[in-house]
């Protein structure tokens, strides 16, 4: 456990439904990432959050995704209209800027199914 | 094109046998990143390895980077099954909006066999 929790675990929706996940970062971690892993890749980047900014976007982030960090705390993850190309594992990762180091921790994952 | 790319792709050993993946990257970095993922669920960090640094130990890990070939390899010696699991590398990317976003390839599928 590495500190980070995401919800839910598992989500299986019909094409054409909105979804939305939460992430929990390191209590004292101001960075945070979303990625998304598809069958037999390595995660890819997604989003980005300094505090409760957005600083970055990927261009994977269609406009049927949104990210949102109020208050700089916990983060969610929406994505409307699901399509069944969207269907990944979406995983969080929350780091503290040490010096010129980023270690980023990662949450279990959030496995999206789209029937 | 992916910062980190792992090879072998797959690699199946025996209790007790060493096991070395590596990794190559593309651009310049201040640190490169190894972690492992079992099936179906989040990576877990492994080890950190500065640009300044050359080679790194943890336990049964061994890390060296080799910034003039872009290259790092991850040793895990005397494996168990447990160590069953793919591993990434993780070179990050500065980005303007000031993320170390982290770029990954497909990783090394390990497998120890008891």
């Known amino acids: 456990d590495t500190g980070v929790s995401q919800n839910p675990r598992h989500k299986i929706t019909k094409r054409g439904q909105n979804v939305t996940f939460r992430c929990d970062p390191i209590?004292?971690?101001?960075?945070l990432y979303w990625y998304r892993q598809t069958l037999g890749q390595g995660p890819e980047f997604l989003t980005y959050?300094?505090?409760?900014?957005?600083?970055?976007k990927s261009r994977l982030l269609s406009d049927r995704f949104s990210a949102e960090r109020p208050k700089g705390s916990f983060s969610t993850l929406e994505i409307q209209r699901t399509e069944q190309g969207d269907s990944a594992m979406y995983l969080c990762?929350?780091?503290?800027?040490?010096?010129?180091?980023?270690?980023?921790?990662f949450g279990p994952g959030t496995r999206l199914t789209v029937l | 094109s992916q910062q980190g790319e792992e090879d072998p792709q797959a690699l199946s050993i025996q209790e007790g046998e060493n096991a070395t993946m590596n990794c190559s990257y593309k651009?310049?970095?201040?640190?490169l990143q190894w972690y492992r993922q079992n099936s179906g669920r989040g990576l877990v960090h492994l080890i950190l390895?500065?640009?300044?640094?050359r080679e790194k130990h943890s336990g049964r890990l061994r890390v060296t980077l080799d910034t003039s070939k872009k290259s790092s390899s991850l040793l895990i010696t005397a494996s168990r099954a447990a160590d069953t699991a793919s591993y990434f590398c993780?070179?990050?990317?500065?980005?303007?909006?000031?993320?170390?976003?982290?770029?990954f390839g497909k990783g090394t599928k390990l497998t120890v066999n008891p």
């Open positions: 990762a929350s780091s503290l800027r040490r010096g010129i180091t980023d270690t980023q921790y």
């Open positions: 209590s004292e971690h101001n960075r």
């Open positions: 959050f300094q505090n409760e900014a957005q600083l970055e």
């Open positions: 651009t310049s970095i201040n640190n």
């Open positions: 390895i500065r640009s300044n640094e």
């Open positions: 993780a070179p990050p990317l500065s980005t303007q909006g000031g993320s170390e976003k982290l770029v």
